[in-house]
Structure formats: C-alpha cells, structure tokens
C-alpha cells in the first residue's frame, strides 16, 4: 500500500501550495475520520476546481490548484495529490473516451483536432478494503445544472458538454462512500491501473503532437470563457 501513498513530480503534494491547503482546509485532523477526509477533499476538487481545460494532461497537483479549474486527467491529478497528502491511499485508472461527450464544451477546431478516442483518467481511493472510483470529480454542480438538460440522446444514454451517462436524471455526484461516475458511459478502451499519474501520462497524453498543443493553448482560454457563460446560464 506504501506505493499509493508516494509523492510523484506531478503529485507534489509537499508544495507549499498544498500543504497550506491542506492546513487552511484541517483536512488532516484528528477528529475526521477517513470517510470524512475524502468527502471533504472530493467535494473541494470538483466544486471549487471548476470543470475547465488545462495547458494539458501531465500537469503538477499545485499548478492545477492554482488554475482553479481541470478536466478528467488533471483533477485526478489534484484529487490524488490532496488524499496522498492527508494519508489516503489512492491509484489513477486510464481509459480511452469516444470524443462525441465532449460536444458542446468543445467545439470548432478544437473539436476537429480532438482525437476521435481520447486518453481519460479517474482516480481510484482505497475505503473500507477496497477500491471506490471517484470519476464524478470532473463535473460541478453549477455546471450541471446548467447543461443536463441540454445532453443528447446516444446509444441508450445521454453525452454531451464533458458528460456521458445512461441515465441523466439519476446523476448524483456527492460522494456517499460508494463510487461516482459521469464519463464513464463512453468509454471505449480500458488502459489498465497505474499507481502514479507519471507513470499513466508517460505512455498515455492528449497533448503529445506539438502542433495540435500549440492550437489548443492559443484557444483554450476561449473555451474556459465559454464554459464560465454556460454556468453563469448565460
């Protein structure tokens, strides 16, 4: 179990950044129990890191956190960086996502350049002897509730706006001690367990081809801008 609790380069949850955090936060209190801690830690990674798009995948916990936003890869990142720092084992499981439940938070360009199987993560906690998947960190909840309802019908379930789901009435994303998911219904490829994000992001990125990486970060602040409007409802 000792792995699951390693700080890597990317979970650099010794930062200053972080241990401050964590401090400001009390996540490391005695009186919290382990399901607490996740709680807690869950629910600030997914409401207050808005649901946004990042320089890239394999990007550092304290620059997540500095951003105030992410997507599936880097709040994963962060999520892992923050339980490790508290003493809360945790792994990454890596995946391949059909791009079509990107629609509407991705468009033009930067959809086109999108590959048609994108690289996907969620982290993994180990609770209660076994392993929980905490995928519904990626979405929060004033962007939700702007966007389910717009979400299209497609193979028996519902994609669209950064989600994928089967059912998108019965969404629910507070953590419960059970798992939570929200991307999941588009998966298309199972990558296998990884005990470090490093080690996933070394063999598995979106952002490897420099040229669609250039594009990408002269248009992404536009995208977290329209992003921002749909949550405001506007």
């Given at each position: 179990?000792?792995?699951?609790?390693?700080?890597?380069?990317?979970?650099?949850?010794?930062?200053?950044?972080?241990?401050?955090?964590?401090?400001?936060?009390?996540?490391?209190?005695?009186?919290?129990?382990?399901?607490e801690k996740i709680a807690t830690v869950y629910d600030f990674v997914r409401n207050d890191i808005k649901?946004?798009?990042?320089?890239?995948?394999?990007?550092?916990?304290?620059?997540?956190?500095?951003?105030?936003?992410?997507?599936?890869?880097?709040?994963?990142?962060?999520?892992?960086?923050?339980?490790?720092?508290?003493?809360?084992?945790?792994?990454?499981?890596?995946?391949?996502?059909?791009?079509?439940?990107?629609?509407?938070?991705?468009?033009?360009i930067i959809y086109r350049l999108a590959p048609r199987d994108i690289v996907h993560a969620w982290t993994?906690?180990?609770?209660?002897?076994?392993?929980?998947?905490?995928?519904?960190?990626?979405?929060?909840?004033?962007?939700?509730?702007?966007?389910?309802?717009?979400?299209?019908?497609?193979?028996?379930?519902?994609?669209?706006?950064?989600?994928?789901?089967?059912?998108?009435?019965?969404?629910?994303?507070?953590?419960?001690?059970?798992?939570?998911?929200?991307?999941?219904?588009?998966?298309?490829?199972?990558?296998?367990?990884?005990?470090?994000?490093?080690?996933?992001?070394?063999?598995?990125?979106?952002?490897?081809?420099?040229?669609?990486?250039?594009?990408?970060?002269?248009?992404?602040?536009?995208?977290?801008?329209?992003?921002?409007?749909i949550r405001r409802g506007t």
């Amino acid at each position: 179990m000792k792995k699951y609790l390693e700080s890597t380069k990317l979970l650099d949850f010794h930062s200053s950044e972080i241990q401050e955090l964590i401090r400001d936060k009390k996540w490391s209190e005695f009186e919290l129990n382990d399901e607490e801690k996740i709680a807690t830690v869950y629910d600030f990674v997914r409401n207050d890191i808005k649901f946004g798009y990042n320089r890239g995948d394999d990007i550092p916990a304290s620059e997540v956190l500095k951003d105030g936003y992410g997507q599936c890869n880097t709040k994963s990142i962060l999520l892992m960086a923050l339980l490790r720092g508290i003493g809360i084992p945790c792994r990454i499981h890596g995946f391949f996502i059909d791009k079509k439940m990107q629609k509407g938070a991705l468009t033009g360009i930067i959809y086109r350049l999108a590959p048609r199987d994108i690289v996907h993560a969620w982290t993994e906690v180990y609770f209660n002897n076994k392993w929980l998947t905490l995928e519904g960190v990626i979405i929060d909840d004033k962007y939700l509730y702007q966007v389910r309802d717009k979400l299209s019908k497609y193979n028996d379930g519902y994609i669209g706006f950064g989600i994928s789901v089967q059912d998108k009435e019965k969404i629910s994303l507070c953590w419960n001690g059970n798992s939570t998911y929200i991307q999941s219904y588009s998966i298309t490829k199972d990558l296998g367990l990884f005990h470090s994000p490093d080690d996933f992001f070394n063999e598995y990125n979106n952002t490897k081809n420099k040229f669609k990486k250039a594009i990408f970060n002269m248009l992404r602040k536009r995208i977290n801008k329209k992003l921002d409007t749909i949550r405001r409802g506007t």
